[in-house]
């Protein structure tokens, strides 16, 4: 790794998107071609992003650092990659949820000014279950609300290895519910709230889902589930193949998962090892996006066939040139907007009331 200063976190942002604006052509002349695996060929403008962070970025593996240094490095990164400005929304509102270990932060997106129920969107932000918070996805959160329409409610849940499994699917599960229970003070529309969640987040929303129809709750409208972590045994092909030099590493997911679920948590429990649920029937309509570089493929690939297979209706889509975070990407990569601008035009369909004009 470079040992080069590293540029103050605008100017950093600038470069960046600059370099990765570039025309695939030039991008392919400065910085190599973007590697073909198993009959996909990496976006040039993710290329790009790879190439830099090898350049400028310290041991970017997380195995190698404290907790306290990974969060705090996936901040920066967080912020690098963010808008600037932040998109705007008509309003963004700090709330409590009530949780089962006490209160939750939370944050309620509303893209437009309205008087009228809104459709809502829980959302789970990702990270492994150990890093992450409102801040590193408020970016993708403003995003996928001025997008769809929708509005968007962060949640803050708790996080291991302070609080392991099964806190953060007990606080996913008691979001939901609190949202479900009482939705017009958030100004949504009771038939109209969805769950989503990116990576760890996907994970919980699904997990949300499945503990809905067991206690016979109201089930959300839909799931938006963007590379979803659904098995703890690590044995996808994808794991394996794509576990180096691609972002999140299969190191890197050792790590979280040995932080979230410790010597003695159930690793087989369904909540976390979504493929091992015995029934996926009843559940709601998903969204899957899955990255063609990303050790999750083809598992979160695997859930969107089981849950067809169980008669929930399932689009699932896979972004062949993209890896895992794209989700974050969206200010400068445009591949990375392309595919959550698709994410976002799904919620859109899903969540809109009956009879409106498209």
């Not at 400065?30 to 198993?38: A, K, N």
């Not at 270990?101 to 789970?124: C, D, H, I, K, Q």
């Not at 899955?290 to 889509?317: H, I, K, S």
Request: net charge negative; proline share 9%; charged share 25%.
């Amino acid at each position: 790794m470079s040992d080069l200063p590293r540029l103050p976190v605008a100017a950093e942002h600038r470069v960046v998107k600059f370099l990765c604006g570039l025309s695939p052509g030039l991008q392919r002349l400065l910085f190599g071609r973007p590697p073909e695996l198993g009959g996909q060929r990496l976006a040039s403008d993710i290329q790009t992003l790879l190439w830099l962070d090898r350049l400028v970025g310290d041991d970017d593996s997380a195995e190698r650092k404290s907790v306290e240094e990974t969060r705090a490095e996936r901040l920066k990164e967080a912020r690098i990659v963010a808008h600037r400005p932040p998109i705007s929304m008509a309003r963004v509102e700090e709330v409590a949820i009530p949780g089962p270990a006490g209160t939750m932060g939370a944050r309620l997106y509303a893209p437009v000014a309205t008087s009228e129920p809104s459709p809502l969107l829980v959302y789970f932000h990702g990270g492994g279950w150990v890093i992450g918070g409102l801040e590193t996805h408020d970016d993708p959160c403003r995003f996928l609300a001025a997008h769809s329409g929708a509005r968007i409610l962060s949640v803050d849940y708790r996080l291991a290895p302070e609080h392991p499994f099964p806190a953060a699917a007990e606080d996913a599960d008691a979001a939901y519910e609190w949202a479900a229970a009482d939705p017009e003070r958030l100004g949504a529309d009771p038939g109209r709230i969805g769950v989503g969640g990116d990576s760890a987040g996907a994970n919980l929303a699904a997990a949300a889902c499945l503990t809905a129809r067991d206690r016979g709750l109201p089930l959300p409208a839909m799931q938006l589930l963007i590379y979803p972590v659904t098995e703890t045994a690590g044995t996808a092909r994808s794991r394996r193949t794509f576990g180096e030099g691609f972002m999140l590493t299969r190191a890197d997911m050792d790590w979280f998962e040995r932080h979230y679920l410790p010597p003695g948590a159930d690793r087989d429990d369904p909540r976390v090892a979504l493929l091992g649920a015995p029934d996926l029937s009843g559940l709601p309509p998903a969204y899957v996006a899955t990255a063609g570089f990303d050790p999750l493929r083809d598992e979160g690939e695997a859930f969107a066939a089981r849950l067809r297979e169980a008669g929930v209706p399932v689009a699932l889509r896979r972004h062949p040139g993209l890896i895992h975070t794209f989700l974050n990407l969206t200010a400068i990569c445009p591949a990375a907007r392309e595919a959550v601008l698709e994410a976002a035009g799904a919620l859109r369909m899903v969540l809109a009331p009956a009879g409106a004009a498209s």
